[in-house]
């Protein structure tokens, strides 16, 4: 009987330990930085999506989807989408210049990577990524 409180009381420590946010006795770990944050724009090409408040971008280059940041040339992507009478959520192909940069994900939320359109290239009427010609 006594293996079975033993290991009820080490179920309860790591619990409350993860609960709390352990510590090493090193010290916190430090947050990676995530490998596609840059200092400057660049130019992509990628499916734009704006559905329920929400717009993303999937990066036809690297595969990679963001969150589109509200600032910057955004609110200009965003009219250009609802100005082709696109059904939201329907994917768009664009061309913009921009830069990943680390936003919050919500109150109290750890940062995360998203998308600052700095500049609207173009937005056509194509639903997919352009498939390399051999």
């Known amino acids: 009987m006594r293996p079975k409180h033993?290991?009820?009381a080490g179920c309860v420590l790591l619990v409350v330990a993860l609960s709390i946010g352990c510590t090493s006795p090193m010290g916190p770990r430090p947050q990676p930085v995530p490998r596609a944050v840059e200092e400057g724009p660049r130019r992509m090409q990628?499916?734009?999506r704006y559905s329920?408040?929400?717009a993303s971008f999937f990066d036809c280059t690297s595969g990679d989807q963001f969150p589109?940041?509200?600032d910057g040339a955004g609110a200009a992507l965003q009219a250009a989408y609802a100005a082709a009478r696109a059904v939201p959520g329907e994917p768009r192909l664009a061309s913009v210049d921009a830069r990943i940069v680390m936003?919050?994900?919500g109150p109290g939320g750890a940062p995360r990577a998203a998308l600052r359109i700095e500049r609207l290239i173009a937005l056509s009427a194509q639903a997919q990524c352009a498939v390399a010609q051999r």
């Open 6 to 8: 033993v290991w009820a």
């Open 46 to 48: 990628g499916l734009y």
């Open 52 to 54: 329920a408040n929400a």
């Open 68 to 70: 589109v940041a509200p």
């Open 103 to 105: 936003r919050p994900a």
